[in-house]
């Protein structure tokens, strides 16, 4: 069974910066898209962005311009950098990717913004 561990999460303060990390537990070479949703209790997972395999991105309107998806294969790691947090940013934030027809989500990581 595939994995995916997610980290990097913690406090930080509105305006830092902060890099989520997602690693693999086998090759993501093969992997189309690997993709960061983020959670907060009461409401749906929302897809943030996707780091697609040939070095292309898809980011949704409401993070472009500060968070950026990123993918190293040979690391079997895929990033997501978030710039200029925000305290809506608060959520758990999980990454995401299809291994073989299989939907494989890691087990998320906290990030809680304050002023």
């Known amino acids: 069974q595939v994995q995916l561990v997610e980290s990097g999460g913690g406090s930080a303060q509105a305006g830092e910066s902060r890099r989520l990390s997602c690693v693999a537990s086998?090759?993501?070479?093969?992997?189309?898209?690997m993709a960061w949703y983020r959670q907060v209790p009461g409401e749906a997972r929302k897809f943030l962005a996707s780091?697609?395999?040939?070095?292309?991105?898809n980011t949704m309107d409401f993070v472009k311009g500060r968070f950026f998806a990123s993918r190293d294969d040979d690391k079997n790691t895929a990033y997501l950098q978030m710039n200029n947090l925000e305290v809506e940013d608060t959520a758990v934030y999980y990454c995401?990717?299809?291994?073989?027809?299989?939907?494989?989500w890691g087990q998320g990581t906290q990030v809680t913004v304050s002023l």
């Open positions: 086998e090759s993501i070479s093969g992997v189309p898209a």
């Open positions: 995401n990717a299809q291994f073989r027809g299989s939907t494989v």
């Open positions: 780091a697609i395999r040939g070095g292309s991105t």
